[in-house]
């Protein structure tokens, strides 16, 4: 079984920064592909950031310049700094990985954490 598990949540003022964590457990070798997702109240969750093992990485329009995903393949772990906060980064963020690109593979598996909350607020 595999299991996400994100840190780093918290209330911070706009502005300020917050740096998140996510570690995956479990019988896995490596993974190459883990995310960043984000869900704000009343809103669909959204795709905040990507990365591979082989360090690529991808943002949403919103994260572009001030959000920065960086791994550390041999712990299995995924983290999201977050720079320059606005209210309108108050949301759930949640760690994804998928099971295709694990190793071992599970194939047709989304894994996710349980999603660690963000309020930025004065």
């Known amino acids: 079984q595999v299991q996400l598990v994100e840190s780093g949540g918290g209330l911070v003022q706009p502005g300020g920064s917050l740096r998140l964590s996510c570690v995956a457990s479990?019988?896995?070798?490596?993974?190459?592909?883990m995310a960043w997702y984000r869900q704000a109240p009343g809103k669909e969750r959204e795709l905040v950031a990507v990365?591979?093992?082989?360090?690529?990485?991808n943002y949403a329009d919103s994260a572009k310049g001030r959000f920065t995903i960086s791994r550390d393949n041999a712990k299995n772990t995924v983290y999201l700094q977050m720079n320059s906060l606005n209210p309108d980064d108050t949301a759930v963020y949640y760690c994804?990985?998928?099971?295709?690109?694990?190793?071992?593979?599970?194939?047709?598996?989304?894994?996710w954490g349980k999603g660690t909350l963000v309020t930025v607020s004065s």
């Open positions: 994804n990985a998928p099971g295709a690109f694990m190793n071992p593979p599970r194939y047709g598996m989304d894994y």
């Open positions: 479990g019988s896995i070798v490596s993974i190459d592909q």
């Open positions: 990365s591979t093992s082989g360090g690529s990485a």
